[in-house]
């Protein structure tokens, strides 16, 4: 029996269903975290935590050296909140181009008996256009870029995607009516709408900056719901102030973006819808029982991804260091135990590589001996045995 420990209603509805070989919440020593927003850098992990999913893309929350030294594997759930940040792209190209803000705001300050007239009069300084023939620039086109190309092509918009690190399943799920830019400045150049949608790291903070948007069309609408920092907020603030950028939209607040009328900040409410948060909570579920029962690792974010399918009796994984004869050290322990090999499998990544050994026979004995000798090599993280 597995202890998991969750941090919200909605995280532990998604283990609700799978109850029969989980407890949920019953000690500290657990087996597994899933979270969602719960900031874990000033907690210590206890020994026994072996799998942490978080419920949505982000993972900042998740201190992955920490996590890693103590043979924990750790996940995202990434396209879970996908169609919610996708329609809510669409709503705000939807209201930015028909200035609904700002009409809104007009005709919640002013009411009276000639309301009616004054409004007809009034009404031409919103006057908008349609996007219809417009083009937007989706930059990044994984889980939400995607759907936010197809939807914004199917609204009649010319959509020009960029994304250098497109992989051949992503590529799958783009209409045929996107084009593709080579570089990052042609998906520029041309667009009346820019919006982002790649993951933060080194190579993308500050991603759109002054010589991205030098080069983009005059009046230019800017879409920032991907993370804070992909735009850089005071290379826009100066090309809104140079009317170049006409409006930013983002959903990550900053004390120099605020109270200005070319700017619209929403609270982080991206990916926040009740569907998403499900679908997070149960896609979280998933992976920490596929880890725990099988060892295979998809979507993790400090350990290779490998897939083998368990077809043995028995099963070792092993989280280490990435180093020289690693695997060699790990083969050789289990020769001099006799123990056959039925298959090896190995990945690294960066500094750290998961190791899984599927086996015919083990006793139950056999099997603590065998994980502490191999917990003994000084570069290995965590040993399990699993059972089918």
Known sequence: ????????????????????????????????????????????????????????????????????????????????????????????????????????????????????????????????????????????????????????????????????????????????????????????????????????????????????????????????YSRDGIVDNDAAVEYLDARKIRTYYTDFGENILLNRDDVVVTPHIGGSTLEAEANGATQGADTIMTYLETGNIKNSVNLPNLQVPFTTPYRLTLIHQNIPNMVGQIATLLADADINIESMSNAARMDVAYTIVDLDDLKNEEAHKLVDRLSKIDAVYRVRVLQK
């Open 1 to 224: 029996m597995y202890q998991v420990k969750t941090y919200n209603a909605i995280a532990q509805a998604g283990l609700d269903r799978f109850t029969d070989n989980y407890q949920i919440n019953k000690t500290d020593d657990a087996d597994a975290y899933l979270i969602r927003s719960v900031n874990l850098h000033e907690q210590k992990f206890p020994k026994s935590l072996k799998v942490i999913a978080r419920a949505g893309a982000g993972f900042n929350n998740i201190p992955l050296e920490q996590a890693t030294q103590n043979g924990t594997a750790v996940f995202n759930t990434p396209g879970s909140n996908a169609n919610a940040v996708k329609e809510l792209i669409i709503a705000l190209l939807i209201a930015s181009s028909r200035n609904l803000f700002a009409a809104a705001d007009y005709a919640a300050h002013n009411s009276g008996a000639d309301i009616s007239l004054r409004t007809e009069k009034d009404k031409t300084k919103f006057k908008g256009t349609e996007l219809t023939g417009r083009t937007l620039a989706v930059i990044g086109v994984g889980h939400v870029g995607s759907l936010v190309a197809n939807a914004a092509s199917a609204l009649g918009m010319k959509v020009i995607g960029y994304d250098p690190y497109l992989s051949a399943d992503a590529a799958w799920h783009i209409s045929t009516t996107i084009t593709r830019a080579a570089t990052l400045g042609e998906a520029l150049q041309k667009a009346d709408y820019v919006t982002v949608h790649v993951p933060k790291n080194e190579e993308t903070t500050g991603l759109i900056g002054p010589e991205q948007m030098e080069i983009m069309k005059d009046g230019v609408k800017l879409f920032n």
